[in-house]
């Protein structure tokens, strides 16, 4: 996909998404407390953590699909949870950790279903949101599967196309929950090749959860370490993704290795100390 290219680009000015003071509980535990930070145009940040520490739940949050306990999520100065839900959708798109297809459609359907938020009040595509929608098919690999019923793809087949929806729906703003999860590995390069370019153009701000810490490494310009007490370090992804930082959010030791070129951070199988208790940029 050619970042520059017209089909691309959000159709509205990128929104600065703003997390204020923010805490998030799951019953009586924390997940996030006095979370404070800035997400704009030209970032792609990342969301890593373990299991369980709230990165899906803080996720719903951002998308505005979930009020939060404390603090607020703005975007633009305004609540979240004030932006009319027709605005909010031009605004953002927002693709869960899993998709439930409950019923047969094509893949050219599915993907489709992310012009929605751009169509006339009776719902008629035009020819440029036929454009729009093949373009993002190519753009995820999905040619061949476009006449496929949805209901007969593998995992990662389903994820390329939810994805294509996404990127049809030409929102400024892209929180994505693992999207790389179900891909083989040329698939997840291709697809955060995709987002970093969309970053790099300046018009969009992308948002992430990712496991795997040398993609994101490699990828992010921002990161935000959740770890299982509530505590989190958010920052430029170089300074947030260390090994130190790592091994305490992930309690399992975690190196660095490097070629000279390239840097990956793989866990060596050892005990880590303690999660941290501070920002490294406060």
């Given amino acids: 996909m050619n970042a520059g290219a017209d089909w691309s680009q959000p159709l509205a000015a990128c929104p600065v998404l703003a997390l204020r003071d923010v805490r998030l509980h799951n019953g009586q535990r924390v997940l996030v407390e006095g979370l404070t930070l800035d ?10 953590g373990p299991n369980g520490a709230g990165k899906s739940t803080l996720m719903t949050a951002l998308a505005g699909l979930r ?16 932006v009319a839900p027709s605005a909010l ?82 929102a400024p703003l892209l929180l994505l929950d693992e999207p790389v999860s179900h891909l083989d590995l040329r698939h997840q390069i291709l697809v955060l090749e995709q987002l970093a370019a969309l970053a790099r153009a300046g018009r969009h701000a992308v948002v992430v ?16 370490l959740m770890a299982e007490d509530g505590t989190a370090l958010h920052g430029p992804a170089a300074q947030v993704l260390t090994p130190e930082h790592c091994s305490r ?31 490294p940029n406060p």
Avoid: N
């Fill in 89 to 170: 959708a031009r605004q953002r798109a927002y693709l869960p950790q899993a998709v439930h297809d409950t019923f047969s459609m094509s893949v050219l359907d599915a993907v489709r279903v992310g012009r929605h938020p751009h169509l006339s009040g009776w719902g008629w595509a035009g020819r440029e949101d036929d454009r729009v929608v093949h373009e993002a098919i190519r753009a995820m690999d999905i040619e061949a599967l476009a006449a496929r019923d949805v209901l007969t793809l593998s995992g990662g087949e389903r994820q390329r196309a939810s994805l294509a929806a996404a990127l049809a729906q030409q």
């Fill in 67 to 82: 009020h939060v306990d404390g603090g607020s999520v703005e975007i633009d100065g305004k609540p979240a949870a004030q």
């Fill in 249 to 279: 959010a992930l309690r399992t030791r975690i190196v660095s290795v490097s070629d000279g070129v390239h840097t990956a951070l793989i866990p060596d199988g050892a005990t880590a100390p303690r999660p941290f208790t501070q920002d």
């Fill in 209 to 224: 959860i990712l496991h795997d810490l040398t993609l994101a490494l490699r990828y992010a310009t921002h990161a935000l």
């Fill in 39 to 48: 997400i704009g145009p030209g970032q792609l940040w990342c969301i890593a």
